[in-house]
Structures are given as structure tokens and as C-alpha cells.
């Protein structure tokens, strides 16, 4: 069900996400090599010169 906070997020009955992907981590012999907070920067630096936003 979706509820509407206070804060104008909106929340679901549902708890974060915390899968356990160390199984397919092993499996597929992958381990990124690019902390996320990284990549995700650069993937927004990406978009905007691609997309060409300000």
C-alpha cells in the first residue's frame, strides 16, 4: 500500500531492499572496481554533457 509522509515522500509496506548478492557475486566473478558514489557521479557528469543539461 502507498502512503503519502508528511515530507511529500512516498512510503510502501514494504522494508529497504537488502539482498545478499555475494552468491552471484562469485558465480558471475564480478567485483566492481568503482565505488558507487563515484560512478554515480560520473554518470551524471555523462548525462549532462550528453544531454547537454546545465
Same mark, same amino acid.
Given at each position: 500500500? +502507498?502512503r503519502l509522509?508528511? =515530507?511529500?515522500? /512516498?512510503?510502501? *509496506?514494504? =522494508?529497504?531492499? &537488502?539482498? *545478499?548478492? =555475494?552468491?552471484? &557475486?562469485?558465480?558471475? *566473478? @564480478?567485483? %566492481?572496481?568503482? %565505488? /558507487? ?8 557528469? +555523462? @548525462? &549532462?554533457?550528453? @544531454? &547537454?543539461? %546545465?
Amino acid at each position: 500500500m +502507498w502512503r503519502l509522509a508528511a =515530507s511529500g515522500a /512516498i512510503q510502501t *509496506d514494504r =522494508s529497504p531492499n &537488502r539482498t *545478499d548478492i =555475494s552468491e552471484t &557475486r562469485q558465480a558471475l *566473478d @564480478y567485483a %566492481p572496481a568503482t %565505488p /558507487i558514489d563515484v560512478g554515480v557521479g560520473r554518470f551524471v557528469d +555523462w @548525462y &549532462r554533457a550528453f @544531454y &547537454r543539461v %546545465p
